[in-house]
């Protein structure tokens, strides 16, 4: 694959792809034994698609190997409480869970590395994946529908070191957040603001109360003012006159709530992750796997755009 000069790692939130190809194809589409299979051709074909129009010279699926870490529901116990079904796993449609896992074995037989860490959610493997590539002087891209992860986004002169395109519009349309973008539609100065501003506004999707009253007007107006969280909370304490009085209610009675908050809004930059290689394969790793998944799921396409986006053969897929 003929890559551009300064070609990025691109980094997927997998989890935010698979549910959005599942929930943009009717799971009518299916393998020839009628199981549905829409989130995992769905899943395949983003992926070559970005890789073909991105041109990236490193790869990684970002995994959630937990959901709701222990640690963030016992900072903010509503941190997506919303979402667990009654056997206390993720409230997730029926039809999809068992294409999770196909996904996984689709990615492996490939090359494609797949990296999750135990007590982590894949925000947390990014931010650190990122954190990483950024301290080497790698470009960074990063493929997600979660706004929790603009406060990645930024770096580098020019501010844009580190990329989000965000899915919000589809794959064919996305939104590219960088430190520019953030400055405009939030008013924010970096990443780290948006996360102060994450904070104060709140995530209902998320289980995130945020602070009453205050929502993202509210708050960029409040970071612009005082200059980080830290700073909104110190007028606070000092009842600073620029608050009107049931703002700096609201402020004052969601202390706890911004004690703790933060420690769940920002992702981890130091997860332990696992040894892998986030170069594109040169090779596919399991020609026989491909050939299995394509018969069994009925997903030649799918892994033929995929092996031909990384400038791989395809000899194994069937006829």
């Not at 790869?59 to 016992?74: G, I």
């Not at 080497?136 to 930024?154: C, I, N, S, Y």
């Not at 945020?210 to 000092?238: C, Q």
């Not at 009085?245 to 933060?262: G, I, K, S």
Request: net charge negative; with cysteine.
């Amino acid at each position: 694959m003929d890559r551009r000069p300064d070609a990025p790692l691109l980094l997927l939130d997998a989890a935010s792809m698979y549910f959005r190809a599942y929930h943009g194809i009717p799971d009518s589409v299916a393998a020839p034994d009628g199981t549905p299979v829409n989130a995992l051709r769905g899943f395949l074909d983003m992926t070559a698609r970005l890789v073909a129009d991105r041109r990236p010279a490193g790869l990684v699926a970002c995994w959630d190997d937990d959901w709701r870490p222990a640690w963030r529901v016992e900072a903010v116990p509503s941190y997506k409480e919303h979402r667990v079904a009654a056997d206390g796993g993720e409230d997730a449609p029926r039809t999809l869970g068992p294409q999770v896992p196909v996904i996984a074995e689709a990615l492996a037989a490939v090359g494609v590395p797949r990296v999750g860490a135990p007590g982590c959610e894949a925000d947390d493997v990014i931010g650190t994946l990122t954190t990483r590539a950024v301290a080497a002087g790698r470009r960074v891209e990063v493929v997600t529908g979660d706004r929790d992860l603009f406060q990645l986004a930024g770096g580098g002169d020019e501010g844009d070191q580190v990329l989000v395109l965000y899915t919000s519009r589809g794959i064919r349309d996305l939104e590219v957040v960088d430190a520019a973008r953030l400055r405009e539609r939030y008013g924010v100065e970096d990443g780290d603001r948006y996360a102060d501003l994450a904070v104060l506004r709140g995530d209902p999707s998320d289980g995130l109360p945020g602070v009453p009253g205050v929502g993202e007007k509210t708050a960029s107006t409040l970071l612009e003012r005082f200059g980080d969280l830290d700073g909104v909370r110190d007028a606070v304490a000092r009842r600073d006159a620029s608050f009107r009085p049931a703002q700096l209610a609201r402020l004052t009675e969601a202390a706890d709530y911004l004690d703790a908050a933060p420690a769940v809004v920002r992702v981890l930059r130091d997860a332990d992750l696992p040894a892998h290689d986030d170069a594109l394969p040169t090779a596919v790793a399991d020609p026989d796997a491909v050939a299995r998944l394509a018969r069994r799921y009925g997903i030649t396409s799918s892994l033929r755009r995929l092996l031909v986006a990384l400038g791989l053969p395809t000899d194994a897929l069937p006829d």
